[in-house]
């Protein structure tokens, strides 16, 4: 019963682990992306996006 148990605990794990860790890519992904589309935007606009500019960004999507 015990070899059953753990077979079943291993088996759980993954199952409660995978959801989260697609999550956390699918939310990195977004992040990238959204980051992606400022500098896209900026250089459609006309500017460089310079470091200051990037570092900006960066904090402002940070602190979402």
């Keep these: 019963m015990s070899k059953l148990q753990a ?3 291993f088996l759980t794990i993954p199952l ?3 959801p989260f ?3 956390m ?5 977004l992040k990238i992306n959204y980051l992606a589309l400022c ?3 900026l250089m459609l606009g006309g500017e460089k996006p310079t470091k200051e500019r990037y570092k900006e960004m960066v904090r402002s999507i940070l602190a979402k």
């Design 7 to 9: 077979i079943r605990f």
């Design 16 to 18: 409660i682990l995978i």
């Design 21 to 23: 860790i697609l999550f």
């Design 25 to 29: 890519i699918t939310f990195i992904i």
């Design 39 to 41: 500098v896209i935007a």
